[in-house]
Every structure is written in structure tokens, then in C-alpha cells.
């Protein structure tokens, strides 16, 4: 059970993970709290992007792999046989760490997903539209340029509209991997206040992309260290006492 005495959005039990023989995850066991942000943080090659991946089972395209262990989403094994991959990955929406507006204006964008499950009505679409561009905290910058293409829009801008398109299939989860790394101070802190106010309504799992960025989001921690979790707890202890040494010296800049 989580701290508030509710059961875990997403449970990750003793998973380990290997591509072509090589370890990527040992014996990883983390409960990932529902309407929080998780912050998976660590240095380069700790693992954080491939148990990000995991959650809504996209290293399934990669061949030689092997996995054991338990993802479970509501208490139910996302690995088990016969999981709908599509419905899943409508659950759990993910934005990477570079931008990729589809080609098309910013309506067409936001509404592809929709669309595509067969959404028709033209005052749901609508609806959709702005609440997807609402939460994503981008609606008053772009409710004038709704027909432009979404190639004109900022980098800052382009990824926030990168979330709304996720948000616009009513996801429960969201993973975001660095998705600030190559954006400015300022689009960082527009798209940090976004997630501060999704949190009211989604599970969010973030790799962050400094340390610091961490500490400012994360209502739980997670230090992830060579494909081994070394300690989790609420960020507001963790980045000020860490129990492990190790997530000490790196916190500090000691190693990392």
C-alpha cells in the first residue's frame, strides 16, 4: 500500500531486464503512487528510460530481450498473456524527450488520437481540443493558431502540445522521458507548472533531466543506479537525507 494507505497506481515487482544478454534492471521493486509525480532520476545508464519503456510495454519492439518479474497497473499484470497493447497504450500516453508534432496544424494534432478511435462529433472533438490544450498549459498561447501548422510553434510550445496530444486520449498514465532537455529556462518552468497542475488528475512518472529539476518536481523519488533502484521515498526527505551513500554523492555532485 502507498503512504496515504491506497494501493499503487503502477507496482513494479523484483523486475529485471536484459538486452542481448547485457543487465539492464536487477531485481527492481517500486510502487509508483496514483495522481503524484515519481521522479526515476541517476546518472546516464542506471536504467531509468528502459523501466520508463517498460510501463507501457514499448521495448516490446526491441528484439533480444528478456524480462522477468511483475508490472502490475491497477493490480493487473500488464505482461500477462493476452494484454491489449493498443487499449494500454491508450492508459499510459508517453512524450520523449524531443518533440515530434505530427504533420498538420495544431488541431490536427491534438485530435489525431481521437479521431483515429473513432470520435466524430464535432462539439466533443471541440471539447477535447481545449481541455487537452487546458491541462497542457498551452491553450492561451495557441487558441488564436489552432489552424496554422504545428511546425510554427516554439520548441517549449511544441512539446507541451506533444502532451496535450497524449492527454486528448484521456490517459490515466503519463510517462515523460527529459522532456525539457532542449528547452530554454522559461519553456522548462511552463511545461514543470503543467505537470504540477496534471498531478490533480494523472499518475505521472518523469526522467528528469538534472538533478535539480528533480528536487523541484517530484513527490517521490526514485534513485536509480547501474539497472539497481537504491532508495525511494517522498522527495521533500530524500533530496535533503538520503539514507544511501550513493544517492548522497551523487546528489552532491560527488560522482554522476
Sequence with gaps: MSDQGRPPKIRIENV?????????????TLDIPARAITVLFGPAGGGKTTLLRLINRLNDLIEGTQMSGRVLLDGED???????????RRRVGMVFALPLPLPGTVRENVLYGPKLAGVRDRTRLDEILYRSLQQAALWDEVKDRLDDPASTLSGGQQQRLCIARSLALEPEVLLLDEPTSG???ISTGKVEESLFNLKRNYTIVIVPHSIQQAARVADVAAFMLMGELVECGPGSALFVRPRDRRTEDYITGRFG
Design 78 to 88: 500488464i505482461y500477462a498473456p493476452g494484454t491489449d497493447l493498443v487499449e494500454l
Design 183 to 185: 528547452l530554454d529556462p
Design 16 to 28: 529485471s531486464y536484459s538486452y542481448d544478454g547485457k543487465l539492464a534492471l536487477r531485481n527492481v
